[in-house]
């Protein structure tokens, strides 16, 4: 079984800086069925990249994402007031057929 | 515009049952597969089912396993969840979610609270 490790739980920091998050499999992943997605208080859950690197529809290029193997990153290259939210990783295809992350919290500083 | 509405959810007695559906619309809802996601209160995503877009195969996750049954109906573009022998872990909001095909989520529903208490 697949086990998705996040880090780091929370990252506190300001607007305009960088935030690098990390996900971590116990065992390889295709990168194609790697993605993370972003979830703000009270909503449901937004696709941000799928296949580790292709950004979804409508978001910003300030999100992009890399990675191969068991080892996958979430870059935002300069973080704006709204993105401000926790994030998670998914992964497709292996067992469990479907699993996330426990998810980084990205605060403000 | 994709829209997905999920609703059956509620307050429900350990042991008890309870049916949610997922209206879908703004998509060739046959030819998507689907699952049903949940989240308990102030946790993490946890994956529940998947159903393919023909209904043919179905997947769970070990915790619901032989509890609950995905399905679907594409002559009326509604997904479905029966939950049985519902526990107190089962509490959670119940998202529908559609798989763009590569085995992510491009579009998700509001959520439905499933409370299981006595």
């Known amino acids: 079984e697949i086990v998705l490790t996040q880090s780091p739980g929370t990252l506190s920091l300001s607007p305009g800086e960088r935030a690098t998050l990390s996900c971590r499999a116990s065992q390889s992943v295709n990168s194609r069925n790697l993605a993370w997605f972003q979830q703000k208080p009270g909503q449901a859950p937004r696709l941000l990249i799928y296949?580790?690197?292709s950004r979804a529809t409508g978001i910003p290029d300030r999100f992009s994402g890399s990675g191969s193997g068991t080892d996958f990153t979430l870059t935002i290259s300069r973080l704006e007031p709204e993105d401000f939210a926790v994030y998670y990783c998914?992964?497709?295809?292996?067992?469990?057929?479907?699993?996330f992350g426990p998810g980084t919290k990205v605060d403000i500083k | 515009e994709v829209q997905l509405l999920e609703s059956g959810g509620g307050l429900v007695q350990p042991g008890g049952s309870l049916r949610l559906s997922c209206a879908a619309s703004?998509?060739?809802?046959?030819?998507?597969?689907m699952s049903w996601v949940r989240q308990a209160p102030g946790k993490g995503l946890e994956w529940v089912s998947a159903?393919?877009?023909?209904?043919?195969?179905?997947f769970y996750a070990d915790s619901v396993k032989g509890r609950f049954t995905i399905s679907r109906d594409n002559s009326k573009n509604i997904l479905y969840l029966q939950m049985n022998s519902l526990r107190a872990e089962d509490t959670a909001i119940y998202y529908c979610a559609k798989d763009q095909g590569t085995g992510s989520y491009d579009h998700w529903g509001q959520g439905t609270l499933v409370t299981v208490s006595s």
């Open positions: 296949s580790a690197s």
């Open positions: 998914q992964q497709y295809g292996s067992s469990p057929l479907f699993s």
């Open positions: 703004g998509f060739t809802f046959s030819s998507y597969g």
């Open positions: 159903l393919s877009g023909n209904g043919g195969s179905t």
